[in-house]
């Protein structure tokens, strides 16, 4: 279950990114990058393109990336934390479009 949740988060994590990943080099890669991202000051890993999304939506989705993807299974999310997180952002957004 936790490699299911693994795999989501990359799966987010290209969708987000509009990027494709290799698994080659699995974790270590995936946290790399992530790490490379936040040295250059790039906060969030959503590609610019999605300028809907609004600042506190990018940080969720990459600190949902970031949880999905720990080293440790035990650490990571479980799947329904992930479609909870994923339901309260949509929420939030819809609430953001009402007004």
């Known amino acids: 279950m936790k490699s299911d ?13 509009k990027r ?14 992530i790490a490379n991202a936040a040295k250059l000051g790039k906060k969030y890993m ?5 300028k809907e999304v609004d600042h506190p939506s990018a940080f969720d989705l990459t600190f949902l990336v970031i949880l999905c993807t720990n080293f440790d299974p035990d650490k990571r999310q479980t799947t329904k ?4 997180a994923l339901n309260a952002m949509g929420m939030r957004g819809q609430k953001q479009n009402k007004y």
């Open 5 to 17: 949740v693994y795999f989501s988060g990359i799966l987010l994590l290209e969708l987000m990114a």
């Open 20 to 33: 494709k990943f290799s698994f080659l080099n699995g974790f270590v890669y995936v946290k790399t990058l």
């Open 46 to 50: 959503v590609h610019e393109c999605f």
């Open 81 to 84: 934390d992930v479609i909870d």
